[in-house]
């Protein structure tokens, strides 16, 4: 069996490669990846599956599916959005994490196991998923059901180091926006309401927090606005918080002693405080431990074999949400030969579709087509 999905997946490797290449070459931001989803829709089409296209009235969502016989319904989510603020004169989009791999990845594992259906007895589930780096569209399509019929979930993303058991926080992301009185700075500061006090006291208060928060906790932002001249009291002024902790229980009283902080800032200057979240709110990764034990045995054979112990997190995922409504496995795959270059640096976009990448490329979905084969073989170990 093994020999057969290995010959499989290297024959079928070029086209592969190709689909990564094309995502890094039309690198677009979260929500406005309207190349490169019509291009996996187009491509996984040719290959019998049928599409839905937008999916859950997300326009560059879609879900793709092949049945295959009798059996459980396994998915494989694929990512595209790209990162701001690359190039010379960092004015430019890419693909500094590797969403372009991810994508090949997901599309090849499914493509490969379209390929063998006396081998895989179940449906195929292609997903495509926007906005990772933003807004998080998993959260929205967890929301709407897209996970309700799925019994199984794939994703593993491109990084530094080989790492089974990635830490991804919960997350919760505030705007804060405090309304006060403009007033002439000098001739009548007394009759105003300065807005950008509360912004500043707001942040004075997180960081006094922060020394009665556990370890995992992470705490941080930007001003968004503060006034528009200086001799001019700030009736408005705004910021944005991201909060994180590795456990949901935990961050949502963290989250609602960082909105005190604001109700308290609000207080002392007399602005009037408003807020909202500024994007989908994330859980924290729960991975399926008998889908990782799948995994790891068939990425060492697949010849993948050295893996660290996890230190710190690695920020945060929506997939995180699809994890707490069903089984899922999510991994990282180095692919930074000699010193490791890490996701969002510069230096990663000469990663992300490098010779390197691709033979993680081929040896992770040989991995992943190996596994889906023994879910679908033994549906018990989903439970």
């Not at 069996?1 to 070459?25: A, G």
Request: proline letters at 4%.
């Amino acid at each position: 069996m093994e020999k057969i999905v290995f010959d499989t997946v290297e024959k079928l490797s070029p086209e592969f490669e190709e689909v990564s290449k094309f995502i890094f070459d039309h690198p677009e931001l979260g929500d406005k990846e309207y190349i490169s989803s019509k291009y996996l829709v187009d491509k996984i089409a040719e290959h019998g599956f049928e599409v839905q296209y937008p999916y859950c009235d997300i326009e560059t969502a879609f879900r793709a599916e092949l049945k295959c016989g009798d059996g459980p319904k396994i998915a494989f989510l694929a990512e595209y959005d790209a990162l701001p603020g690359y190039g010379e004169n960092h004015d430019q989009n890419g693909h500094a994490c590797g969403h372009n791999w991810i994508a090949a990845l997901t599309y090849g594992a499914c493509v490969s196991l379209s390929k063998l259906k006396d081998l895989f007895k179940g449906t195929i589930v292609f997903m495509g998923t926007p906005a990772e780096e933003t807004v998080g569209a998993k959260c929205d399509m967890v929301d709407r059901g897209a996970f309700d019929d799925i019994d199984a979930v794939f994703q593993m993303h491109l990084g530094g180091v080989n790492n089974l058991d990635p830490i991804a926080l919960a997350m919760d992301s505030i705007e804060f926006t405090f309304i006060g009185v403009a007033a002439h700075a000098a001739a009548c500061p007394h009759l105003g309401v300065n807005a950008l006090d509360a912004v500043q006291l707001t942040y004075a208060g997180i960081n006094a927090l922060r020394q009665h928060i556990t370890p995992d906790a992470r705490i941080h932002g930007i001003i968004t606005n503060g006034g528009q001249a200086p001799n001019i009291i700030p009736h408005k002024a705004q910021c944005r918080i991201t909060i994180r902790a590795q456990k949901r229980e935990y961050l949502d009283k963290l989250t609602q002693r960082v909105i005190n902080c604001a109700k308290g800032a609000a207080l002392m200057t007399g602005a009037e405080l408003s807020y909202t979240n500024f994007e989908n709110s994330f859980d924290d990764l729960v991975n399926n431990k008998n889908l990782r034990k799948i995994v790891e045995k068939n990425l060492i054979k697949s010849g993948i074999t050295e893996f660290i112990k996890p230190e710190g997190s690695s920020g945060s995922s929506d997939i995180g949400n699809v994890s707490h409504v069903c089984p899922t496995y999510y991994c990282e795959i180095e692919a930074t030969e000699g010193k490791p270059v890490f996701v969002h640096e510069e230096g990663f976009l000469k990663v992300a579709d490098s010779e390197v990448a691709h033979d993680r490329l081929q040896k992770s979905i040989k991995a992943l087509v190996l596994s889906a084969i023994e879910v679908a073989e033994n549906p018990d170990i989903l439970k």
